[in-house]
């Protein structure tokens, strides 16, 4: 069977390779993933993935909109707490939650930065801007605190989590990063 341009495409499917790529990208690296293993953690047949996307860049691209699209979804809903320390707070214990994943494959976005640094076909600017997103999220309530530093907290804030998840990898040690999310806490504290 063919697909026509107007053939509607199957609810949800597209979103769940996206999904997968992120994740399937995020334990196996972009040079060691292939379609065939997007496919199968989607529960797609491999042929159908060409028909949503044409080249594994495409799915690259695809897995870092997902991300973004996390990110918006995690602070959307970090919004709505109280204040600002507790927005940042919460979004540490979210990192802290992670520490096991962490630990076993790095933090998501970093090592996907990192991996797509060393190639030249822009996907490198892609995963900065949902980076930078986080950033200027941070800059946000730090500003609201009453912050004039609110940017270079907000990128300390991001560096710190950065290097702990390194660090966490490396070490394999989920403990580092619960250690880390504690003094970056009392932190937080301190600047209000």
């Not at 507790?86 to 090592?111: F, H, M, N, S, V």
């Not at 907000?154 to 998840?165: D, E, F, N, R, T």
Request: proline letters at 4%; one cysteine or more; glycine letters at 6%.
């Amino acid at each position: 069977m063919t697909h026509s341009k107007s053939a509607p495409r199957s609810p949800g499917k597209r979103e769940r390779l996206a999904a997968a790529a992120a994740r399937v990208l995020h334990e196996q690296g972009v040079e060691q993933t292939t379609l065939a293993d997007i496919a199968r953690a989607a529960d797609v047949p491999v042929g159908n993935v060409y028909y949503y996307f044409k080249t594994k860049n495409e799915l690259v691209e695809a897995a870092i909109d997902a991300q973004a699209e996390s990110l918006r979804a995690v602070t959307g809903a970090l919004d709505t707490l109280p204040t600002p320390q507790d927005r940042l707070k919460a979004l540490l214990g979210g990192w802290i939650e992670q520490r096991e994943l962490t630990a076993r494959y790095g933090c998501p976005t970093g090592t996907l930065a990192s991996e797509l640094d060393k190639r030249a076909d822009g996907l490198d600017q892609a995963i900065a801007q949902v980076v930078k997103a986080l950033i200027d999220w941070a800059e946000q309530q730090f500003r609201a605190m009453g912050r004039d530093d609110s940017r270079e907290l907000a990128v300390a804030l991001v560096a710190a989590y950065q290097g702990i998840s390194l660090l966490t990898n490396t070490l394999r040690d989920p403990g580092l990063m619960a250690a880390e999310g504690r003094r970056l806490e009392r932190w937080i504290d301190s600047l209000a």
